[in-house]
């Protein structure tokens, strides 16, 4: 989960943002005092760089100490174990926390640079770096100092600041998870949220308790100035703010922040993975278009010959459903089997035929299917379906019994390399080479579904352990658009 804070939100008594007052000695004490900073080696470095200015952000509060902030997000100062006044149903009661702002501050320096409104996917764009960054103990407080060129760009709000005036940054993190303050849920997408931070975040109940998120382990990608007036975007942060019921989360979304590809390849290579998945299987979706607008190919045609279509049979069903879910999703990844929508669908809903449950919307649903990563891409879920781990198919034992069930429909149902290529030859031996659906346009994008997103995440799990190879992605996305 993406989360935006904004430089302003934490109460600190002085100004976020200074700049800082230094000289060839290094900075200078007596505004170090005044601003109470933090002194550590790094800061204490820090000289005059001729074309070059400091600037000392204040970046956010502990909990503990300065509560969450007005948009609703709190992040711990550390590991531990806190009680929530209202557990739900079946919890503890005991939220365990496993790392906060004095582990996790530092990240700042690892990644973070500075951008213009969150424009972070090069780091060639940025307009800054950060030069130092520490955990303020006695504060209770992180504290970074950023260095930022004397240009055209940044001397109007340098001016701004010597003259006493304040400019507005926002930083951004990303959480495994974040929990309510309250009832202690964990949730790892706004979907997820309780009733309480999705209703009623910021708000003191009776108890005397505030309803917040809890922020654990938040690792930090990017620190933004976004300030100009004019600007649609710092039009809609202020909007945006202006409202105590917005949580970081949410603001985050409707600010179009995103995580840049390399804090992946560090932070979660898994992620990074499924992340490349599935713009690969976007990437084959637009291609699978332009074949289905007449640019037919014998390349894809013969493809489309070896590729599985129908659902499994009733038997190797309940096999699948006899067995847990984490056996069954790394018996059918074994096997190379990826379940059709309907399949999916009937799997997870514990057994409900999804004719009955989805009748008239299933005919919607996969009318949609072709653009379902271009659609994930374009709305900006694509971090959502490669952050959840639900369908990634688990390191544990399959069941004998599923295992030869899935053999014994591996024939007509397996994307591996061996039961493609034999399909493939008997209907070509057959003369009955299919040719892809024409269509008059390019697909329409799917629309917002919660059983389209879940069936994009299992694909993109699916997809990921499949490895590198180009043929199973390619069998997947000519299967969404040919139907099952």
Known sequence: ??????????????????????????????????????????????????GFQFLHLISLGSMESYGANRNGDG?????????????????????????????????????????????????????????????????KR??????????????????????????????????????????????????????????????????????FAINDRP?????????????????????????????????????????????FEEFDPKMAAKLAAAKKLAEIEKEVDSIAQGCDTERMRSLLAGCPTGRLPAGAMRALKDAKLGSALKGLSDAKICLSLEDFIELVEGGKNPSSILTPELSGLKSSMPRLFGGLLDGGEVEECAADDSYDPPNTAVPQRLKEVLGSVSDAFSMDEDPVRSRMRIVIIRGEVPRMPETKSAAAPAPKSHLLTEYAKYQVSFARAAGEGQMIPRLMVLRNRVGS
Not at 104 to 126: C, E, I, M, W
Request: glycine share 8%; charged share 25%; hydrophobic share 40%.
């Open 75 to 139: 992040f711990n100062e550390k590991r531990g174990s806190i009680d929530v006044p209202f557990p739900k149903k079946g919890s503890p009661g005991v939220l365990e926390l496993a790392g906060g702002l004095i582990e996790y501050h530092p990240t700042f320096a690892k990644q973070a640079k500075v951008y213009k409104h969150h424009k972070n996917d090069d780091p060639a764009l940025s307009i800054g770096e950060v030069a130092a960054e520490a955990y303020n103990q006695e504060m």
């Open 142 to 211: 992180g504290e970074l100092v950023i260095k930022v060129p004397e240009n055209d760009e940044w001397i109007p709000h340098l001016t701004k600041l010597a003259a006493g005036e304040s400019i507005p940054f926002s930083m951004s993190c990303r959480v495994p998870a974040d929990a309510c303050s309250l009832c202690g849920n964990w949730a790892k997408h706004r979907g997820e949220y309780c009733d309480h931070l999705k209703y009623h975040m910021t708000e003191v109940v009776k108890s005397g308790h505030q309803v």
């Open 219 to 263: 690792i930090f990608f990017d620190i933004s100035r976004v300030f100009k007036p004019a600007d649609r975007i710092a039009w809609s942060l202020r909007k945006v703010a202006s409202s105590d019921s917005f949580g970081g989360a949410e603001l985050a979304e409707r600010l179009g922040v995103k995580i840049p590809p390399k804090f």
């Open 1 to 50: 989960m993406i989360k935006t804070i904004l430089s302003d939100s934490f109460d600190f008594g002085i100004p976020a943002v200074s700049l800082v007052d230094s000289w060839s000695g290094g900075v200078d004490s007596g505004w170090m005092r005044k601003r109470a900073v933090v002194l550590t080696k790094e800061i204490s470095d820090i000289r005059p760089e001729r």
